[in-house]
T-cell receptor, first 115, second 114 residues
């Protein structure tokens, strides 16, 4: 079975500072991993995905994440926070070998950017 | 192109009423998923369709929940005899079904049961 743990339900950073959102996963098979962003009253938007190719994945809006199998982690980073990055971020995992591909989400991290 | 759309965006129901939530996936997407997102939580899987076939309904919380996709495109999630614990945002996502591609989500329907 798969599960995702997002450490820190709220993270605050200053504008221009490094953003680090943590995600650890549990999966019995090689996982596919995703980061989604959710703005208020909107659906989830895909930021980036890991599907067993390069371990460092670059996404939209300057975000990237690194898959570390030894640490079972897939932390999301951005070198310099922008005010528009304020949103809720969800990490998700899916088993790569099943047909359904339904996603298992973490509980989310709300990012606040301080001007 | 057009993304996933859902209607209505907001629905208020009295306890015991039946509701129907609609999802229009991206044209040509084979796979369709429904998720339930409670306040302050991440989305939780409800059910999955491949074309018109419902291949997984293990996440439906009770037999009051029913989903269909009769022609393999538009899907409807129906909740009978709504309860207060059904209050949540219901998200629909679609996927091409080829290889492993990301799911694209709609804006959701916020259901409030009074």
């Amino acid at each position: 079975a798969q599960s995702v743990t997002q450490l820190g339900s709220h993270v605050s950073v200053s504008e221009g500072a490094l953003v680090l959102l943590r995600c650890n996963y549990s999966s019995s098979v090689p996982p596919y991993l995703f980061w989604y962003v959710q703005y208020p009253n909107q659906g989830l938007q895909l930021l980036l995905k890991y599907t067993s190719a390069a371990t460092l994945v670059k996404g939209i809006n300057g975000f990237e994440a690194e898959f570390k199998k030894s640490e079972t982690s897939f932390h999301l980073t951005k070198p310099s926070a922008h005010m528009s990055d304020a949103a809720e971020y969800f990490c998700a995992v899916s088993e790569s070998q099943t047909g359904a591909n339904n996603l298992f989400f973490g509980t989310g991290t709300r990012l606040t950017v301080i001007p | 192109g057009a993304g996933v759309s859902q209607s209505p965006r907001y629905k208020v129901a009295k306890r015991g009423q039946d509701v129907a939530l609609r999802c229009d996936p991206i044209s040509g997407h084979v796979s369709l998923f429904w998720y339930q997102q409670a306040l302050g939580q991440g989305p939780e899987f409800l059910t999955y369709f491949q074309n018109e076939a419902q291949l997984d309904k293990s996440g439906l919380p009770s037999d009051r929940f029913f989903a269909e996709r009769p022609e393999g495109s538009v899907s409807t999630l129906k909740i009978q005899r709504t309860q207060q614990e059904d209050s949540a945002v219901y998200l629909c996502a679609s996927q091409t079904g080829e290889g492993w591609n990301a799911q694209y989500f709609g804006p959701g329907t916020r259901l409030t049961v009074l």
